[in-house]
């Protein structure tokens, strides 16, 4: 490994590694993951990273398996009440504990499959979830170590009923373990925009392990969160709607969705940690647009900048305006300068009133004559600290 | 006593209202939700009760108005105890079915003076108290 005055390293090429982590010995595949993290910032090296772990590796030091197990609550309020359901179990006939075991299979599939992560932690932790939370719960949740869902207003005689069970939706159950997702990652802090954008986060990745378990391309998807959750008592759709907030339900009882879709409607409430719940709206928008724009499954293309964005790029107090320039930078990086996919993403946020600050990275540094884009404080490759770890004994 | 109680936040993040009247419930679930209180030192609870974020977890402001007095708490789902968690409980089942005099806005705005003694209800049907109408930009909270 040559070094030069320059500030990045001379490195093996890009092929030559490739061809090192898929044959080479472990103390080999060890010297090209130094060599690697220490060119941390060199982006071709990080799309070979990503590259490689979204494809099944050979060694048995590489092969992530899902662990689940789902509890029961009992309609009490205990966490996490007793399990009911582990991996490889056959299923139970309780729809709900059954649901969240199923939601929590495709959850971590999209994720390790398209993007190479395993588990909510990148470290194949064990996915929790509770089920039967509390009488009447109308809601759904991540404590922090597990899922928790409700039933729903099941207390309720069925002509008055509004809610089913939280787990009948599996972009609900996406939604969750992504908060997980970020926790381990961004850590976006859940108030104001950063809240805000933690929940679209939430949602992007919801939508997008429904999408793929129904094989539904961008342009076929409905877009709506949470569908199937209102009982036929309900005028509306779902809880939320990406491609068009604010339209999602229009209830005499619940109200009207309250989701602005544009920057002009932010809604400054102290309310719901400073309407994170509410202004998710916009970014839900952002990624829609984009994702329309480029067509396909929105998993592949959409979903991986925006995944990628979350992992090495976004910070914990990251704004609206900061998403959508890290996002175009993301896009950049992993498609070209220029391309068609960082197009859709200036696109996607410009649709919502937010423009992409061009040249500016967050490091304050324009792109160099190969598309460098100085420093970014990112963190290696989710294989890369996956061995980073192993290799420092972490 | 008057109980009024606002909910936000949760997975939907909707605006859930709703006001109670204890001396227009049967006197049985009028003594229960008496005790309720009392068993929660209201009036003793901080004006705002933190323990974290709490993703996708519901957030309460509750005011409890006597003759004598008035007080509210805010809290989430997380840092209320066991026995606010109780009362909270309590108040979203009677929001989903409890109907109310006089309109929610107007008693929450009301300044906080000694209040008078409940007037009986009328045979006049009641607004729905339980679930806010728009509220986009409706915001109680104090600024």
């Given at each position: 490994?040559?070094?030069?005055?320059?500030?990045?390293?001379?490195?093996?090429?890009?092929?030559?590694?490739?061809?090192?982590?898929?044959?080479?010995?472990?103390?080999?595949?060890?010297?090209?993951?130094?060599?690697?993290?220490?060119?941390?910032?060199?982006?071709?090296?990080r799309r070979v990273m990503a590259e490689f772990a979204a494809t099944p590796a050979p060694s048995a030091l590489i092969s992530p398996e899902k662990q689940r197990i789902v509890y029961n609550a009992q309609n009490r309020t205990n966490l996490p009440g007793v399990p009911?359901?582990?991996?490889?179990?056959?299923?139970?006939?309780?729809?709900?504990?059954?649901?969240?075991?199923?939601?929590?299979?495709?959850?971590?599939?999209?994720?390790?499959?398209?993007?190479?992560?395993?588990?909510?932690?990148?470290?194949?932790?064990?996915?929790?979830?509770?089920?039967?939370?509390?009488?009447?719960?109308?809601?759904?949740?991540?404590?922090?170590?597990?899922?928790?869902?409700?039933?729903?207003?099941?207390?309720?005689?069925?002509?008055?009923?509004?809610?089913?069970?939280?787990?009948?939706?599996?972009?609900?159950?996406?939604?969750?373990?992504?908060?997980?997702?970020?926790?381990?990652?961004?850590?976006?802090?859940?108030?104001?925009?950063?809240?805000?954008?933690?929940?679209?986060?939430?949602?992007?990745?919801?939508?997008?392990?429904?999408?793929?378990?129904?094989?539904?391309?961008?342009?076929?998807?409905?877009?709506?969160?949470?569908?199937?959750?209102?009982?036929?008592?309900?005028?509306?759709?779902?809880?939320?709607?990406?491609?068009?907030?604010?339209?999602?339900?229009?209830?005499?009882?619940?109200?009207?969705?309250?989701?602005?879709?544009?920057?002009?409607?932010?809604?400054?409430?102290?309310?719901?940690?400073?309407?994170?719940?509410?202004?998710?709206?916009?970014?839900?928008?952002?990624?829609?647009?984009?994702a329309v724009e480029l067509g396909g499954f929105a998993w592949e293309k959409a979903g991986r900048i925006w995944y990628v964005a979350l992992r090495d790029k976004l910070r914990s107090a990251s704004n609206f305006a900061e998403a959508a320039d890290l996002t175009w930078?993301?896009?950049?990086?992993?498609?070209?300068?220029?391309?068609?996919?960082?197009?859709?993403?200036?696109?996607?946020?410009?649709?919502?009133?937010?423009?992409?600050?061009?040249?500016?990275?967050?490091?304050?540094?324009?792109?160099?004559?190969?598309?460098?884009?100085?420093?970014?404080?990112?963190?290696?490759?989710?294989?890369?600290?996956?061995?980073?770890r192993y290799v420092l004994g972490r | 006593m008057r109980i009024y109680m606002e909910r936000s936040g949760g997975f939907m993040g909707r605006k859930v209202k709703t006001a109670v009247d204890t001396s227009a419930l049967p006197a049985e679930e009028a003594h229960n939700?008496?005790?309720?209180?009392?068993?929660?030192?209201?009036?003793?609870?901080?004006?705002?009760?933190?323990?974290?974020?709490?993703?996708?977890?519901?957030?309460?402001?509750?005011?409890?108005?006597?003759?004598?007095?008035?007080?509210?708490?805010?809290?989430?789902?997380?840092?209320?105890?066991?026995?606010?968690?109780?009362?909270?409980?309590?108040?979203?089942?009677?929001?989903?079915?409890?109907?109310?005099?006089?309109?929610?806005?107007?008693?929450?705005?009301?300044?906080?003076?000694?209040?008078?003694?409940?007037?009986?209800?009328?045979?006049?049907?009641?607004?729905?108290?339980?679930?806010?109408?728009?509220?986009?930009?409706?915001?109680?909270?104090?600024?």
């Amino acid at each position: 490994m040559c070094i030069r005055e320059h500030v990045y390293q001379c490195i093996i090429p890009p092929h030559m590694l490739e061809q090192i982590m898929a044959q080479g010995t472990p103390e080999q595949r060890d010297h090209a993951v130094q060599n690697i993290v220490a060119a941390e910032r060199f982006r071709t090296q990080r799309r070979v990273m990503a590259e490689f772990a979204a494809t099944p590796a050979p060694s048995a030091l590489i092969s992530p398996e899902k662990q689940r197990i789902v509890y029961n609550a009992q309609n009490r309020t205990n966490l996490p009440g007793v399990p009911v359901r582990s991996e490889g179990q056959p299923p139970t006939g309780d729809p709900a504990v059954d649901e969240a075991y199923d939601g929590a299979g495709v959850t971590y599939d999209l994720f390790n499959v398209i993007y190479g992560r395993n588990s909510i932690d990148d470290r194949g932790m064990r996915i929790e979830s509770t089920v039967h939370y509390g009488v009447g719960y109308d809601n759904a949740f991540w404590n922090g170590q597990r899922m928790v869902y409700g039933d729903g207003d099941e207390d309720l005689p069925q002509d008055q009923r509004l809610f089913n069970r939280f787990t009948i939706a599996v972009d609900i159950i996406g939604h969750e373990l992504t908060h997980g997702v970020t926790q381990y990652e961004a850590g976006l802090i859940y108030r104001n925009q950063p809240g805000a954008l933690n929940e679209s986060m939430s949602d992007v990745f919801g939508i997008l392990v429904k999408q793929r378990a129904l094989g539904q391309t961008a342009v076929e998807s409905d877009w709506v969160i949470g569908g199937g959750l209102f009982t036929p008592n309900v005028n509306g759709a779902g809880i939320r709607s990406m491609k068009a907030p604010g339209t999602a339900y229009n209830d005499p009882i619940l109200g009207r969705d309250p989701q602005p879709g544009h920057m002009r409607d932010y809604n400054n409430t102290l309310e719901d940690n400073g309407g994170v719940h509410i202004n998710s709206g916009i970014p839900n928008r952002a990624f829609y647009v984009t994702a329309v724009e480029l067509g396909g499954f929105a998993w592949e293309k959409a979903g991986r900048i925006w995944y990628v964005a979350l992992r090495d790029k976004l910070r914990s107090a990251s704004n609206f305006a900061e998403a959508a320039d890290l996002t175009w930078q993301t896009a950049g990086e992993l498609y070209g300068r220029g391309s068609l996919e960082q197009q859709a993403v200036r696109a996607g946020w410009a649709e919502v009133g937010i423009l992409i600050s061009e040249g500016g990275d967050g490091g304050g540094n324009g792109g160099d004559d190969d598309g460098y884009q100085g420093p970014s404080g990112c963190l290696p490759t989710l294989l890369t600290r996956a061995w980073v770890r192993y290799v420092l004994g972490r | 006593m008057r109980i009024y109680m606002e909910r936000s936040g949760g997975f939907m993040g909707r605006k859930v209202k709703t006001a109670v009247d204890t001396s227009a419930l049967p006197a049985e679930e009028a003594h229960n939700l008496h005790e309720m209180v009392d068993e929660t030192h209201f009036f003793e609870l901080p004006p705002v009760l933190e323990d974290g974020e709490g993703v996708d977890r519901f957030q309460y402001k509750v005011t409890v108005e006597t003759m004598e007095r008035r007080h509210t708490v805010e809290t989430s789902e997380i840092a209320a105890p066991l026995e606010l968690q109780m009362l909270l409980r309590r108040l979203t089942l009677l929001a989903r079915t409890q109907s109310m005099r006089p309109s929610v806005s107007d008693v929450l705005d009301a300044p906080a003076t000694p209040t008078t003694p409940a007037t009986p209800p009328t045979d006049e049907p009641a607004p729905t108290a339980s679930e806010d109408d728009a509220g986009l930009n409706e915001d109680t909270s104090e600024t």
